[in-house]
């Protein structure tokens, strides 16, 4: 272990003789001086442990020097001796942040080996204190820092927050790439990066070393260094590099000139940031491609459902010429005959209102059906489920009806609303009404049950085709896995999606005969 450096001021050569010879016996790095303005000098150059200093001295009393040392080395250990031991002395000691206090004349040399190290160790415990009481605020940092996933308001409020616990009124960060320095985002005054200069060399050298640098614009450093920290009117700074991945940054602090320079604490605390910093910059670029990845899995999503749409209306078409058709006709005859001259006046008007009552029928088919291709909200509101299966019912019964499949009900007055996307629900409707519809060409039947629970409804839709082979069942819902001749794949795919995304269920259950029995379970829940 390294031995402790002393530097002992005290304008009696005598004295400083004497205690260079008993610390360095007892193994401590010591260097004596008489002039206190020569001991300031040597203190702006050089780093020391502790300083070992009079209090009566001619020119320069032991506290200026003290005040002196601390504003170049912040954390230097200081103990003082005085042959003069008063209270008031003792309470000035304790202002300026002295670490002992030692009477002269002192009778044994173990005691002034004693106060040195009880120095040292009562100052090392005070720059543990501080670390600790710099470190509680990081906790509500990090959290901070964790919750921002916008990488460019995080830079920002990584600035911030290094303002913030290292009570600074200036920070910057930098990102480092291909030799070239962008400043991302700052607050108060900070190195320029503009322009070619020793700032992009410091910054640079930073980051390529891989090494945090304090400087201070007094006292030990680069001379280059701290005269650009005066240009920038500037008193201490901290630079820190950050390297991970194809992330290169460089964070900055720095306090004006006058304010107290950073301690050998801050430099800690600055790390721990920097460190803090690197997981919240790493959370938002994954979470930003976790975002992306979701955009494009909703854009395929919908465009899966638009293309299962479409499907479905292509199969409904058969279905629309005939329930246009056939009012049609109905119209036109009612029309011919009412025109004849030797029809009566009252068997006319019964034309009419015939004719008026399948013109009616008719645009209610067109409505109902331009309620499906119409391009469906994808707000959440309430939904009635059971008037909205009877809708369904009336679109597609002419299709059932000519298949000769029949359709039976058992569902109650009423059912429990949902909250969901009302044109979403009906294509659920249609997608298993018309997959049952494929499966049985010969004819058949299709039960539908319906009932209320308490956190939602459940619907079955059981058709009597050939059911689905057990070898099949765990591959229904995957995309393009189809068991029908010329089946697209997708309308269980996106009935199942659907209801997924709604916190609902679709599942294949066992039914009462030997087709396929799908049961529906949409939630109530509240508008999200």
Known sequence: MESASVLVVDDEPGIALLCNRILKRAGYDVLSETNPRAAIEFLGRNRVDLLLVDIRMPEV?????????????????????????????????????????LLKPFEKGEELVSAVEQALTDNRRKRDSA?????????????????????????????????????????????????????????????PVDTAGFATYLLSRVHSDGNPIIVNATGPGEEEAQALLSDLKLGAAILIPITRSDLR????????????????????????????SLVALENARLYADLRAYVRKVEESQQALLRSEKMAAAGRLTASIAHEVNNPLQSVQNCLHLAGR??????????YFDLARTELERLMKTMHRMLDFYRPGSTKMERVDVLELLKHVLGLTSQQMGQRHIEVTTDLPDSLPAVHAVNSQVQQIF????????????????????????????????????????EEFRNNIFEP??????????????????????????????KG?????????????GDVQ
């Open 131 to 191: 670390r600790a009481q710099a470190l509680r605020p990081l906790f509500d940092a990090t959290e901070k820092l964790f919750s921002e996933t916008d990488t460019d308001r995080l830079h920002n409020l990584i600035v911030d927050t290094i303002c913030e616990h290292l009570q600074c009124t200036n920070a910057a960060y930098y990102q480092v790439e291909a030799g070239k320095q962008a400043l991302l985002g700052k607050r108060g005054n900070v190195l």
């Open 512 to 524: 009462n005969g030997d087709g396929a029995c799908f049961r529906l379970f949409l939630p109530s």
């Open 480 to 509: 393009f896995f189809s068991t029908k001749d010329g089946g697209t794949g997708l309308g269980l795919t996106v009935s199942y999606n659907i209801v997924t995304a709604h916190g609902g269920t679709l599942d294949l259950v």
């Open 341 to 350: 001259e030797d029809v009566p006046a009252e068997k006319r008007k019964e």
């Open 61 to 101: 009393d032991g506290f200026d020097v003290i005040s002196r040392a601390k504003r170049s080395q912040p954390d230097i250990a200081v103990l003082v001796m005085t042959g003069f031991g008063t209270v008031e002395t003792a309470i000035r000691a304790l202002r300026q942040g002295v670490d002992g206090l």
């Open 430 to 469: 249609i997608n298993l009404i018309l997959n049952a519809f494929d499966v049985m060409p010969g004819g058949g039947s299709l039960a539908i049950r319906a009932k209320g629970l308490d956190n939602g409804v459940e619907i079955q839709f059981e058709d009597s085709g050939p059911g689905i082979p």
């Open 249 to 276: 940054v460089v964070l900055f602090a720095a306090r004006d000139a006058g304010v107290p320079p950073f301690r050998g604490a801050d430099l800690e605390l600055f790390h721990i940031l920097a460190n803090q």
